[in-house]
């Protein structure tokens, strides 16, 4: 199996079912945690030096930061239903209580962060569903917590893709810094499938080919993209759910397609030397 997927595990005392820190990702920056709760059940947070984005993909909780209690946040049934999840911004060192008021499926993503940004939930209005790409390439894109929102280092999206779709593509990757062209950002890809069964391939690769690895990703699996690019296909007759998590030196997504296949944005296709 690919050292870059991570599966899901039986639940610990605490619902937690997949743990990726920078520690154990090799990187700097992007931490990833999904929680499985059933109803009544709490889970119990405070992230050292981390701001963390907690994203309710389905189900009911009751959410408290510190001091501040935003009550009921969720409800949405499953990752495919049309409707945004419940999300709450949590500041470096606050400690926080989720409780399931129902089954429940809670991403915990974090990265570093500082002082001066308030805990607050992230408006379900404000993720309103863009459609991106076209024939195959169609997706439905919600950003939960874009560059234009408050955090320091935090970015995340999730993305539905019809089966038999393209997704994360034309291949692009932001694994480099330059200024006005490109941002350097580590990604953590978290997979639903719709039935279960079925599976999606994802590839990770650089211009060199240093690293180049398809990825058969099955219901529930992390991808991580330490660098790279990252495009995904689902299988025929599967709907593809991802969330992204995005965190690097700079809080901007800014991204270099593959120029072997930019052609694509264009309507004139085009033949290379490779």
């Not at 009544?40 to 389905?58: D, F, I, K, M, T």
């Not at 209690?69 to 949405?76: E, L, N």
């Not at 692009?172 to 391939?201: M, V």
């Given at each position: 199996?690919?050292?870059?997927?991570v599966?899901?595990a039986?639940?610990d005392?605490?619902?937690v079912?997949?743990?990726?820190?920078?520690?154990?990702?090799g990187?700097?920056?992007v931490g990833?945690r999904?929680v499985?709760?059933?109803?009544?059940?709490?889970?119990?947070?405070?992230?050292?030096?981390?701001?963390?984005c907690?994203?309710v993909?389905?189900?009911?909780?009751?959410?408290?930061?510190?001091?501040?209690d935003?009550?009921?946040?969720?409800?949405?049934?499953?990752?495919?239903e049309?409707?945004?999840?419940?999300a709450?911004?949590?500041?470096p060192d606050?400690?926080?209580v989720?409780?399931a008021e129902?089954?429940?499926e809670l991403?915990?993503?974090?990265?570093?962060?500082?002082?001066?940004?308030s805990?607050?939930?992230?408006s379900?209005h404000?993720?309103?569903?863009?459609?991106?790409?076209?024939?195959?390439?169609?997706?439905y894109?919600?950003?939960?917590?874009p560059?234009?929102q408050?955090a320091?280092?935090?970015?995340v999206?999730?993305?539905?893709t019809?089966?038999?779709?393209?997704s994360?593509?034309?291949?692009?990757?932001?694994?480099s810094?330059?200024?006005?062209?490109?941002t350097?950002?580590?990604e953590?890809?978290?997979?639903r499938?719709n039935?279960?069964?079925?599976?999606?391939?994802q590839?990770v690769?650089?211009?060199?080919r240093r690293?180049?690895?398809?990825?058969l990703?099955e219901d529930?699996?992390?991808?991580?993209?330490p660098?790279?690019?990252?495009?995904v296909?689902a299988?025929h007759?599967?709907?593809l759910?991802y969330?992204?998590?995005?965190?690097?030196?700079t809080?901007?997504?800014?991204f270099?397609?593959?120029?072997?296949?930019a052609?694509?944005?264009?309507?004139?296709?085009?033949?290379t030397?490779r």
């Amino acid at each position: 199996m690919s050292h870059l997927r991570v599966k899901s595990a039986p639940c610990d005392d605490f619902g937690v079912v997949i743990d990726i820190t920078p520690e154990s990702a090799g990187w700097k920056h992007v931490g990833f945690r999904m929680v499985k709760l059933l109803a009544g059940q709490p889970y119990r947070g405070q992230e050292a030096g981390r701001e963390a984005c907690l994203v309710v993909l389905s189900g009911d909780t009751h959410i408290t930061v510190g001091e501040t209690d935003f009550g009921h946040v969720g409800g949405r049934k499953s990752v495919f239903e049309d409707v945004a999840p419940g999300a709450v911004y949590v500041p470096p060192d606050e400690p926080y209580v989720v409780v399931a008021e129902s089954a429940v499926e809670l991403a915990v993503c974090t990265a570093p962060g500082s002082t001066g940004i308030s805990a607050r939930t992230i408006s379900p209005h404000e993720m309103v569903r863009k459609v991106r790409g076209m024939g195959t390439n169609t997706r439905y894109v919600r950003n939960i917590l874009p560059e234009d929102q408050p955090a320091f280092s935090l970015l995340v999206v999730e993305v539905v893709t019809p089966g038999g779709h393209w997704s994360s593509y034309p291949p692009h990757k932001h694994d480099s810094a330059r200024p006005g062209e490109e941002t350097a950002l580590e990604e953590t890809y978290y997979h639903r499938i719709n039935p279960r069964q079925g599976f999606a391939c994802q590839r990770v690769y650089t211009d060199d080919r240093r690293l180049d690895e398809m990825i058969l990703v099955e219901d529930e699996d992390v991808v991580m993209v330490p660098e790279g690019y990252h495009p995904v296909s689902a299988a025929h007759g599967y709907d593809l759910y991802y969330l992204n998590v995005m965190a690097g030196p700079t809080r901007s997504w800014l991204f270099h397609n593959d120029s072997d296949h930019a052609w694509m944005l264009s309507d004139t296709p085009q033949s290379t030397s490779r």
